[in-house]
C-alpha cells in the first residue's frame, strides 16, 4: 500500500460539484492500494499516519502528531500512486489492485484510521471522478510504502 501525506491548514473533497467532505488543520492522505496488501499494510500505515510527528510543537520543532494536536484526516483512494512509467509515456496501473480486493480493504483503513485518532475521519467516495482542494501547511509532504518500510 502506498500512501502520500499532505500536512494541511484545511483540505476539501468535492464529487459533482457537491463537497463531500471537509477538514481544518490536519493530514490530507491519498491511499493506494495493491495485489498483495492485507491487514498488516493496513495496521503499520494507519499507526505510522496517526503517531508520526510533524506538526509543530511550541519550539517550531516537528514533534507532534495529529492525534498530539487533535487534527483531522482526510482520507482519499488514488490507485494512480501505483503508476509504472517505465515504459512509454502512458502510465501502467497494473500494479493497482482491483476493486473486489480494494474496496474492502480503503474501508478497514478508515475504520483502522478512525479507531487510532479515537473519532471519525472524512473521506472522499471510492471510485468517483473527485477535485480535491487542500492549503498544504509548510509544504510538508511525506511518500510511505507498507512494502518499502523506509
Known amino acids: 500500500m502506498r500512501i502520500l ?67 483531522d484526516i482526510l482520507l482519499i483512494s488514488q490507485f494512480t500512486l501505483h ?15 482491483k476493486t473486489d480486493i480494494s474496496f474492502p480493504l480503503y474501508e478497514k483503513l478508515i475504520k483502522q484510521l478512525e479507531a487510532g485518532l479515537n473519532k471519525k475521519i472524512a473521506t472522499g467516495e471510492f471510485g468517483a471522478d473527485m477535485k480535491v482542494a487542500l492549503i498544504n501547511d509548510g509544504p510538508v509532504t511525506i511518500w510511505m510504502d507498507s512494502k518499502n518500510k523506509e
Open 83 to 97: 503508476a509504472a512509467t517505465k515504459k512509454g509515456n502512458r502510465p501502467s496501473y497494473i500494479r493497482a489492485a
Open 5 to 71: 501525506i499532505q500536512r494541511v491548514i484545511q483540505a476539501s473533497v468535492s464529487i459533482n460539484g457537491f463537497t463531500k467532505s471537509d477538514i481544518g488543520r490536519g493530514l490530507l492522505v491519498f491511499a493506494g492500494i495493491e495485489d498483495g496488501d492485507d491487514e498488516s499494510d493496513i495496521v503499520w500505515l494507519s499507526n505510522k499516519i496517526i503517531n508520526l510527528r510533524i506538526f509543530d510543537d511550541a519550539e517550531a520543532v516537528m514533534n507532534l502528531s495529529v492525534k498530539d494536536i487533535e487534527g
